[in-house]
């Protein structure tokens, strides 16, 4: 009932830049939070970043200063703009959204978006 659409991946060297988008949409009734998260071959998902529906950030340490997250509240999206990109920013990205759902009685529900492949060479 709900979708994440991303887009914005793509190969590029290292030193270059990205930027990542996701636009929700579907049954959803508010957004408590979006964020990023990242997962290499070989190892756990981990969070890149995240923005509440208030504007607050928080950011892994392994991107501060060289990535920036935001969010558009009346499309329902967020972006994550990567500058100076390193190689061991390879992996698939994806989207994450917490709503609040009509459909499990306004409780706070989690979805996923597809991924989106961000490879860096060195």
């Known amino acids: 009932q709900v979708q994440l659409v991303e887009s914005g991946g793509g190969l590029v060297q290292a030193g270059g830049s990205l930027r990542l988008s996701c636009a929700a949409s579907?049954?959803?009734?508010?957004?408590?939070?979006m964020g990023w998260f990242r997962q290499a071959p070989g190892k756990q998902r981990e969070l890149v970043a995240r923005?509440?529906?208030?504007?607050?950030?928080n950011n892994a340490d392994s991107v501060k200063g060289r990535f920036t997250i935001s969010r558009d509240n009346a499309k329902n999206t967020e972006y994550l703009q990567m500058n100076s990109l390193k190689p061991e920013d390879t992996a698939v990205y994806y989207c994450?959204?917490?709503?609040?759902?009509?459909?499990?009685?306004?409780?706070?529900?989690?979805?996923w978006g597809q991924g989106t492949q961000v490879t860096v060479s060195s």
């Open positions: 994450n959204c917490n709503v609040r759902s009509p459909g499990y009685g306004l409780g706070y529900v989690d979805y």
């Open positions: 579907g049954n959803i009734f508010s957004i408590n939070a």
């Open positions: 923005i509440t529906s208030g504007g607050r950030t």
